[in-house]
DNA sequence: TGCCAATATTACATTTTGATTACAATTTAG
DNA sequence: CTAAATTGTAATCAAAATGTAATATTGGCA
């Protein structure tokens, strides 16, 4: 899964700033455009995460806060100019789920940004997804997509793919791909592989990554450009 | 359901004040007597909720933190009298979920508390429903809603639901499922779950929720748009 | 080039998994 | 206490996934 974040803030500067060290994470944001009408462009969204200024034209975070929380739960970090106790008491009570003061420290942001997906999410740095090219398994459905088209794996296609895309450019021997699919089970027959390669490679090449599935006679296969 | 907190401080004053605090709330709390076996104590006590402080005899929060999330996602709010930025990022990496700075408004902690409980178990001080989409799954009448139509849940059905809704966009294993329905149990056929799942489908079916439930073969069942 | 081991392919057998149905047991409500 | 609703069990089915074996193909090398 790819997560998605949506920005409420009306300094256009910030919210540069922050979608550049989002970016640098992996997650990709929105912002919004229309102060008017902030909670239709985020049921548009579906964002996994909002940040939400306080101070905003119109209407303030509070007000918007309160209106997401009565159809979603998603998490909601407060940004805010103000340090008071209080005013972090009052947008916990609204139903944000964090709270920090501007300025702020990006690296902190980014954490509790982690934090949250991590808990509602079992968002973790490596499992989830793993990415090669344009290619993402996405290891909670088993699924493969090259960004248009999505190709339904098995379980130990998806085990194998995954071991080639945690291993890009580098040729991952038969035996360690055996021991990860099949571990214990000694009794596997040496050819088992090559079926599940061959299936493995049917599938996706309709998306066209087979090419890029390279078996390197007597070393092993190789995931290469 | 009731809370119950542990909290690891070694200074027995504030544990008191804390204690105090959060019984005028109605969460119970236990706390942590002997300080070199801090996992051991929290593995008993079984909390929803850990305080953890930093700055302990033998060895220190950071320690003990990652000690526990070998084995557990039980949510955990640092205590530290350092309000370095890097302080929090660096407790936040070690997987806490949220960090105060002594000495601290108890209101804050409070809300941070129930920030943290709101979202891992669906705590709220008044409505049992859950969410998913347009859908309101009521806890405490077993129905769930569309905007426009109700249909009637017996109580696993419920259970089931509630725990999909908990997870949206996760597969969520048949042995978890199984854990939270039927607990103990151990003699429950594995069938009993394709059998109250299939039953659930077609309830839902008529409002459409049916199409969201799918289940991943070798996996578990996902909830997803 | 032509051989040979490594790998691929194909077809089929086996195993796993989950859905479905009918019915029995149990719980709950009136 | 009884009837209805709920829940659990067992048997059956279909489909998908996986494994095996027989056969074909490939690519490196003598």
């Known amino acids: 899964m790819d997560y998605k974040l949506f920005i409420v803030e009306d300094n256009q500067e910030l919210v540069a700033l922050i979608k550049k060290g989002l970016a640098s994470w992996g997650f990709s944001a929105e912002s919004c455009q229309n102060f008017n009408q902030v909670d239709k462009e985020i049921a548009a969204a579906k964002p996994q995460l909002i940040l939400m200024d306080v101070n905003l034209p119109f209407f303030n975070g509070f007000y918007w806060t309160q209106k997401i929380r009565q159809t979603s739960q998603v998490p909601i970090i407060f940004l805010s100019s103000r340090s008071e106790d ?21 690296d902190l942001l980014i954490v509790k940004i982690k934090a949250l997906l991590r808990r509602e999410y079992d968002f973790s740095e490596d499992s989830g997804q793993t990415s090669f090219l344009n290619y993402t398994l996405n290891l909670v459905d088993n699924q493969l997509w090259d960004g248009a088209n999505k190709v339904a794996l098995t379980k130990n296609e998806t085990k194998l793919l995954h071991l080639l895309f945690s291993h890009p450019r580098q040729t991952v021997s038969k035996e360690e791909i055996m021991t990860d ?24 090449g309709e998306i066209g990554l087979a090419g890029h599935i390279k078996t390197i006679k007597g070393k092993g296969v190789l995931l290469d450009d």
């Open 86 to 106: 209080s005013d972090q008491i009052m947008a916990m009570n609204f139903g944000a789920d964090d709270y920090i003061t501007k300025p702020f420290n990006m």
């Open 181 to 204: 699919l099949w571990e214990d089970e000694l009794f596997i027959d040496r050819n088992t592989l090559s079926v599940t390669l061959a299936r493995l490679r049917s599938k996706v």
